[in-house]
């Protein structure tokens, strides 16, 4: 008797395969006393990167029951069985209460799943959990500015710099509060697949697509002016005329103020200077451009407003810490294994 061999995978299916790498897995870590705003984030972004990820939320026990800051609770869709397959683990914040220099028994057994080599981020006081597990003993870290003392009283050999929106140390990443929850997250697509999605998900998110991590945490007027003052659209302007050596003189007559007023009003909304801002914008366009053309570094530098291919390659390694023909191998490397 002569059997019929099953129906083989049609060519189309198989090369699919080949070519569609399996999404990277974020499990998203949630602790009694979590901060309902900042759990949600990664739920938030990573969906919007055209299926590179998979987020999955769990809790630290089987019940997969959690308390949160707020007046209810939430339950997770898995417990912590869903450690053992992360790819990148993220810890959102909870609340000061809930901070502890040890860290509770399932915790701690929820953090012994995690595979060696795993990537892990903490958002705001998550550094707390990390830091208590021993993961950033010797590593540079940032937390809220607000609990910088706390953390430091805590967790000596720690390395801290409440200064910064967030750091970016290989498998570890630490951030500030809130927002820059989203900032990190959006570091982490630019880093794995480029800005061009980077930029893309940040627009899906109607957020800022590009905070450095070493910009200033506290601005001292977080909610930018309106009216005569407000300098957005003096910002949309200099985003326009990137390739000019625009000075500060020119972007107050712009705003039609002196440059000392206009200045001042810039640093309050944005959080930093204008120069530092400029310098900012150009290497993130130069990025995308280093990623997306084939045009020679003094061509780009010349795109961007900076004098000479020199000063782009001083800028970049300052910002990234890496040279424009590293940044560009990288991610043409990572373009070709996504298939791209």
């Avoid at 003993?137 to 967790?155: E, K």
């Avoid at 951030?175 to 959006?186: E, F, I, K, N, T």
């Avoid at 985003?239 to 000019?244: A, G, K, M």
Wanted: a negative charge; one cysteine or more.
């Amino acid at each position: 008797m002569t059997s019929t061999p099953s129906p083989a995978a049609s060519p189309d299916a198989a090369t699919a395969s080949l070519e569609t790498p399996p999404a990277h897995r974020v499990v998203v870590l949630a602790l009694d006393g979590v901060y309902p705003f900042e759990l949600s984030i990664p739920n938030r972004v990573f969906p919007y990167a055209e299926g590179a990820y998979e987020v999955v939320t769990c809790t630290a026990t089987d019940d997969r029951t959690v308390t949160t800051n707020a007046d209810f609770t939430i339950t997770a869709g898995a417990g912590p069985e869903a450690l053992d397959t992360a790819d990148t683990v993220i810890v959102p914040p909870y609340d000061s209460a809930c901070i502890s220099a040890e860290l509770p028994g399932p915790v701690r057994a929820a953090l012994a799943r995690i595979r060696p080599g795993t990537r892990i981020v903490s958002i705001c006081s998550g550094a707390f959990t990390l830091a208590a597990a021993g993961l950033l003993d010797g590593r540079p870290a940032t937390t809220h500015w607000v609990l910088a003392g706390q953390f430091r009283r805590m967790f000596p050999r720690v390395p801290l710099d409440p200064d910064v929106l967030f750091v970016d140390d290989g498998d570890v990443l630490t951030s500030a509060g809130a927002a820059s929850g989203l900032d990190v997250c959006l570091h982490l697509i630019r880093s794995d697949h480029g800005s061009a999605l980077a930029n893309q998900v940040a627009r899906q998110c109607v957020v800022p697509p590009w905070r450095e991590g070493g910009q200033a945490q506290y601005i001292e007027q977080p909610v930018p002016q309106t009216g005569a003052h407000g300098t957005a659209a003096t910002q949309t302007w200099a985003l326009e005329n990137l390739e000019r050596p625009l000075s500060l003189a020119e972007l107050a007559a712009h705003a039609g103020t002196s440059p000392r007023t206009f200045a001042r009003h810039f640093q309050g909304e944005t959080g930093m200077s204008p120069g530092r801002w400029l310098i900012q914008q150009r290497v993130r366009r130069a990025c995308h451009l280093l990623e997306t053309t084939d045009l020679p570094v003094d061509r780009i530098a010349g795109e961007v407003g900076f004098a000479t291919g020199a000063s782009l390659r001083q800028h970049l390694q300052a910002v990234i810490g890496v040279s424009p023909k590293a940044y560009r191998n990288t991610f043409r490397a990572r373009a070709t294994t996504a298939g791209v």
